[in-house]
């Protein structure tokens, strides 16, 4: 048997091509994902394993602006404490916080999380073990930085050069004075770290004689656990001890979720393009299977078992699929080392990834391996059971056994009902609250989309007709074209299926995506009346002193900082926003349910409806508040607003939450000018603030363009994602064609004989590739409208005013890309059919 | 069977043939042949399969090509009607000579004057039988004539199964309508390469007769290219092939004396002996 089905592969292996590339392509993606993901993962753990070489035990104390006012500080006497346990070698306080640098251009270097500022531990003179410098010296007070060597040569700075950079709004341009090297897994990761000395970094990071965490090296000897519980017993209890082997494990757990996150996304849409190719693979081994009806029925003639042909089949899927999997997997490594240097490339200057050597795991090499044969060999498991079922008298029978076709109505009735239950569950789902909802919406979309797809055959006749008008203006061709069309319903169905499951997910992503950045812009945008938001491109907080600064800018009339503070209210802990009561009415317009902003300011607060429901409160109620000085007080509810963007939870006036604020710094400040928004007021902002690298001055015009930005980013990587599912499909039409003009050679042969011209043949071959295609488009665009519009009611639960937006100019565009996808798919065939010998096709009997 | 028309003629020698036929030039010609030479492969493959071949194909005429496998018969057939390319010599349909032409004028040519009729029947499955039967005129897009077309489709009795599709019409049936597509556009020249090969006896006559009719009665000139004596005898000339060349021909044949004819030409197997064949396998 193994011998029958190797050679039956060897002599198909033109019929077997397309097969074998999708499987292939298919691979491909899993293997890249996987090799990439591996490999990226791996440098990211050696590079935190080295990071953490020094530290042996680590002491954190609280984020300043997030710890209570119980919480111990970390500050040189406790340092001094530590560094006399026994068993501790060396004691090093550690300062640091954001810190973004800008390059020569002005532009931000590396991405917002990962640019980070530290102290430079220069003790006695001595250098600091940390961070080996590789040029210049030690910094010594607040003009001078230094910067790691990546950084300083991504942003082309030199030593002696004066660097721009900001830490909290607004700009600063210390001096550099030293290059360092480091093993840093943030940094290796594409972020940047300037260090300044402890005074500096102190002052800078508003933690004035305190330090944000206390590294403890071991003395040779003593372990890091037994130091740590020695460490731990002069500590105040608050305070936790780490080793810095754990510190290094959860560092590393925290990029491999990055990763992992990033695999999972990348192996959903390799599983969407191994699902679409399984309809290719089943429609080629059914073909071969109805061209070897003869020679299966004669295997079963000369005593084969049924089993024996099915298995003969399926080793021969196995085959296919093996040789298809290892192209694949050699393919996805390519791509896995391929993708590094391309990563990196993308963005200004951004993302860099760690350096390491390329990571094939056996895992990976094994699951590219089962994924292609395991694929293959499932899509051909139907069609090996339909071979057994050949009699063997049918190798005796002189006719041609033109398999006769099986009955649509038991796959219809069983459609119609799965389609009809997805359908309804899909309605159902949309109906019910974004969290009740999700899950029955998937799965019902799924079993809906699988319901359409059983459906396909029973579809294309009467989509196929009702293209009849427009296939008969090519005459005779379009006739025949309409005809081979819906020869073979099922085959049909299947190369067009491949097309529809591509084009629905794309449909369903845009119809809510674009429906999403409407809502979104809405939310963003509505309650806004200020010209400007100020705010740090990180989303960390701005500098107290940004507010006061924007106020003194020539044309400005109005200004707030939206300050986020911790406070205990109604005996909960939770987060305060703090806005100024005096200005508020120029720079916001939250929607009242309830009462107003006439009483908001002193005690009087404003509440978002979410939260004052959750906990029960209405306008007048009076609750207890501890701010985070520890001062108590009470809180009168003035107004019940509806949450934006901007505003949320619980509202304080900024003068009553202030004082009680060790350092106020905003989220945002919102900005009022005279003359409403103008290129002057926006540049006299940004100078305001030095023009610096770290500050976002946006319009309501820039904040809905970067939402656009940003949901047209997406929507573009999913269309990345989903075009190899797409590519597959074409695969599948290019396949079907060239099985269908391998099969009607004959006939062709006749046409060419009787008179149609080589032009005629090709324009034949195109139209029936057209018509599927748009078939599958037209199904695909249809249903990813319906899963669309039931996503966005489903959203609009949770997000009031959230509307169906139905972007009609890309829907057109997809249509134009079905009908692409025909014609590009017909390329080829329509070039054999037209170069077909016509004596041969004749005597082919 | 019915008894064919014609009785059996002396035997003209093959070098008189040619003279015969230019002989007949005076009458019209539908399609002829002037040294026609057809060379396969090349080297030590090379197959000459028809070595200076000159024919002449007189108007409303049934003219039977028979000769042994592998005697150059369906590649005459092949090259007069246009479907393969000529080594050296000329071709003719009516006026046009082949060789100077085109692929899309050679198919167009194909389309408007000349009709094929098939062993293998070649009608499309998707079509019904009228459908099918103007299939040459739908790809030129021109109308049928509608009175030829009905007296076409009287002639070979197809009137009750126009709306059938092949699968659901006999094989004799199937070779009607395939009779009835090569009448349809009314060609010059009608080829059919053993037309009855893929029929039981009755059918077959039934088709031949058909065809006999078609000359007779509607004026058509057909070249049936045939193994069978019976299906040879219906013809009005007969030429017989050997190796390439022209080797003898009947007026008004019987099926004994075609029998007789090629039952002397395969006994002188040596003449064949380096031939290969060359597709021409009945």
């Not at chain 1, 207890?624 to 019940?640: A, F, H, K, N």
Request: positive net charge; charged residues 20%; contains cysteine.
């Amino acid at each position: 048997m193994f011998r029958t089905a190797l050679r039956n592969v060897l002599a198909h292996k033109a019929r077997l091509l397309m097969t074998v590339l999708a499987v292939t392509l298919g691979v491909a993606f899993v293997a890249g994902t996987l090799v990439f993901t591996s490999t990226v993962s791996a440098a990211y753990q050696n590079s935190s394993h080295k990071s953490f070489d020094e530290v042996d035990v680590a002491i954190r104390g609280g984020d300043p602006r997030t710890r209570t006012r119980t919480t111990p500080k970390l500050t040189r006497e406790l340092m001094d404490r530590v560094a006399r346990v026994p068993g501790v070698q060396s004691v090093t306080g550690v300062v640091s916080g954001f810190t973004a640098v800008a390059g020569k251009n002005g532009d931000l270097v590396g991405q917002g999380w990962t640019t980070q500022g530290a102290n430079y531990v220069a003790t006695g003179g001595a250098r600091d073990a940390r961070y080996p410098l590789k040029d210049g010296r030690a910094p010594h007070g607040p003009g001078e930085v230094v910067l790691d060597a990546k950084t300083a040569e991504r942003a082309g700075y030199r030593v002696g050069e004066s660097v721009r950079l900001s830490v909290d709004g607004p700009v600063r341009t210390p001096r550099l004075v030293g290059i360092f090297t480091t093993d840093s897994g943030e940094v290796a990761a594409g972020g940047t770290l300037a260090l300044f000395d402890t005074p500096t970094a102190q002052q800078l990071f508003g933690m004035p004689g305190e330090f944000s965490e206390i590294d403890v090296k071991a003395a040779p000897g003593t372990s890091q656990t037994a130091l740590a519980a020695a460490v731990g017993k002069v500590l105040p209890k608050e305070l936790r001890t780490t080793t810095g082997r754990s510190l290094a494990d959860s560092q590393a757990v925290m990029a491999e979720s990055r990763t992992t996150s990033l695999q999972t996304t990348l192996l959903t849409f390799a599983g969407i393009a191994l699902f679409v190719a399984i309809f290719l693979i089943a429609n080629t081994f059914t073909m071969l299977v109805a061209q070897r009806t003869k020679e299966l029925a004669l295997l079963r003639a000369v005593g084969a078992t049924r089993r024996q042909v099915t298995r003969s089949v399926l080793i021969e899927a196995f085959l296919v699929g093996l040789a298809a999997a290892v192209a694949g997997l050699v393919g996805g490594i390519g791509i896995g080392a391929a993708m590094r240097p391309l990563t990196s490339s993308f963005g200004n200057g951004g993302q860099t990834l760690p350096e390491g050597p390329l990571a094939i795991t056996p895992a990976a090499v094994i699951t590219s391996l089962v994924v292609g044969i395991g694929i293959t060999m499932l899509a051909a498991w139907l069609p090996g059971r339909r071979a057994a079922k050949i009699p063997p008298v049918a190798a005796m029978s002189s006719v041609h056994a033109v398999a006769t076709p099986r009955s649509l109505v038991v796959r219809n009735a069983f459609g119609a009902l799965i389609t009809a239950a997805g359908g309804i569950g899909v309605l159902g789902a949309s109906g019910s609250t974004l969290d009740d909802g999700q899950m029955p919406m998937a799965l019902s979309g799924a079993v809906l989309m699988t319901g359409v797809l059983v459906l396909t055959p029973l579809l294309s006749r009467p989509f196929i007709a009702a293209a009849a008008p427009l296939l008969r203006a090519f005459g005779v061709c379009g006739k025949l074209a309409r005809e081979n069309a819906l020869r073979n319903p099922r085959r049909t169905a299947a190369t067009a299926s491949a097309l529809t499951i591509g084009l629905t997910l794309i449909t369903a992503l845009t119809v809510v995506g674009v429906s999403s950045e409407r809502s979104i812009d809405q939310k963003a945008t509505a309650a806004l009346s200020a010209d400007y938001v100020v705010r740090m491109a990180t989303y960390d907080p701005l500098s107290g002193t940004v507010e006061k600064r924007l106020g003194k800018v020539d044309g400005v009339s109005a200004v707030s900082p939206l300050r986020a503070a911790p406070a205990r209210i109604a005996g909960r802990d939770t987060f305060v926003s703090g806005i100024d009561a005096s200005t508020i009415r120029s720079l916001l317009r939250p929607q009242f349910t309830t009462g107003s902003l006439a009483g908001f300011g002193g005690r009087g607060i404003i509440v978002a409806k979410d939260t004052a429901q959750e906990r029960g409160w209405h306008t007048g109620t009076t609750v207890p508040v501890t701010y985070p000085d520890g001062t108590q007080g009470e809180l009168t509810v003035s107004g019940i607003f509806q949450r934006n963007d901007l505003l949320r939870g619980i509202v304080l006036d900024t003068r009553t939450l202030d004082p009680h604020v060790q350092t106020a710094t905003a989220e945002q400040v919102l900005v009022k000018t005279e003359g409403g928004p103008s290129d002057t007021v926006k540049r006299n902002i940004a100078k305001a603030l030095g023009d610096s690298p770290a500050v976002l001055v946006q319009s309501k015009q820039d904040v809905s363009d970067s939402i656009a930005r940003s949901m047209t980013m997406m929507l573009n990587i999913l269309y990345g994602l989903l075009a190899m599912a797409v590519l597959v499909a074409v695969l599948g039409v290019i396949n079907t064609l060239a099985m269908s003009v391998a099969e009607r050679a004959p006939e062709i042969g006749m046409l060419r004989a009787i008179g149609l011209d080589r032009d005629g043949a090709k324009r034949m071959v195109r139209l029936e590739s057209l018509a599927i295609s748009l078939f599958g488009g037209v199904l695909g665009i249809g249903l990813g409208v319906f899963l669309g519009w039931a996503g966005t009611r489903l959203l609009a639960s949770d997000m009031p005013g959230f509307e169906l937006v139905v972007p009609w100019g890309r829907l057109a565009l997809f249509l134009t890309l079905s009908a692409m996808v025909g014609m590009l798919a017909a390329l080829w065939p329509a070039r054999r059919a037209a170069r077909l010998n016509l004596l041969n096709a004749i005597k082919a009997e | 069977m019915s008894q064919p028309p014609g009785a059996h003629r002396p035997v003209p020698a093959p070098q008189s043939l040619t003279t015969q036929a230019v002989a007949r030039r005076s009458t019209p010609v539908a399609a002829s042949a002037t040294d026609l030479t057809k060379v396969y492969g090349q080297g030590e493959t090379r197959v000459t399969a028809l070595d200076s071949v000159s024919v002449e194909f007189g108007r409303g005429r049934f003219t039977a090509i028979m000769g042994p496998s592998g005697s150059g018969k369906s590649t005459l057939m092949h090259c007069m009607a246009g479907l393969d390319t000529i080594s050296s010599g000329t071709a003719r349909i009516g006026d046009v000579e082949l060789s100077s032409l085109r692929d899309k004028q050679l198919t167009r040519l194909r389309r408007d004057k000349v009709g094929f009729i098939f062993q293998a029947f070649n009608l499309l499955p998707t079509l019904t039988a009228a459908e099918n039967i103007t299939l040459p005129m739908d790809i030129a897009g021109r109308k049928p004539d509608r009175e030829w077309l009905n007296r076409v489709i009287d002639t070979v009795g197809l009137s009750q199964r126009l709306s059938h599709r092949p699968s659901q019409l006999s094989g004799g049936q199937q070779q009607r309508v395939a009779v009835a597509r090569a009448l349809a556009s009314r060609p010059e020249i009608i080829f059919a390469d053993e037309p009855t090969g893929n029929l039981d006896s009755q059918s077959g006559a039934e088709v031949l007769g058909f065809l006999r009719s078609s000359v007779l009665e509607l004026g058509q000139t057909v070249v049936m290219v045939t193994h069978d004596p019976v299906a040879a005898s219906y013809a009005n000339d007969v030429i017989f092939l050997a190796d390439g060349r022209i080797v003898d021909s009947l007026h008004q044949p019987t099926a004994d004396a075609v029998l007789d004819r090629m039952r002397d030409l395969s006994a002188a197997p040596d003449r064949r002996a380096d031939l290969a064949p060359d597709g021409c396998s009945s």
